[in-house]
Nanobody, 124 residues
Framework: QVQLVESGGGLVQAGGSLRLSCASS????????MGWFRQAPGKEREFVAAITWSGGSTYRADSMKGRFTISRDNAKNTVYLQMNSLKPEDTAVYYC?????????????????WGQGTQVTVSS
């Protein structure tokens, strides 16, 4: 059994920053791809970023790559999402997920374990 617990969400003004954290327990964290997804009200859950066991990262879009940075600390079993220059359209519930694969998984069906989500609200 794998548990994922996100933290770091909150209310921030446009242009501000937040750092989300996701602590994992229950299995060998360092071996698998970790990802972040988000879901805005009335919209489907969408991929944000993923990072492989070796640290290779991928992002949903180039514009997001310039503002968001995913990283991991395998010693702490934790994955992070640093979000800068936040925009109101970034408002969503952000979910951490653990894949069963080692490649840069970008689809939600490639992830088996999910956290409960953390709310990020960006005001204009």
């Amino acid at each position: 059994q794998v548990q994922l617990v996100e933290s770091g969400g909150g209310l921030v003004q446009a242009g501000g920053s937040l750092r989300l954290s996701c602590a994992s327990s229950g299995r060998t964290f360092s071996s698998y791809t970790m990802g972040w997804f988000r879901q805005a009200p009335g919209k489907e859950r969408e991929f944000v970023a993923a990072i492989t066991w070796s640290g290779g990262s991928t992002y949903r879009a180039d514009s997001m790559k310039g503002r968001f940075t995913i990283s991991r600390d395998n010693a702490k079993n934790t994955v992070y999402l640093q979000m800068n220059s936040l925009k109101p359209e970034d408002t969503a519930v952000y979910y951490c997920a653990a894949s069963v694969y080692r490649h840069q998984a970008v689809r939600s069906d490639e992830y088996k374990y999910w956290g409960q989500g953390t709310q990020v609200t960006v005001s204009s």
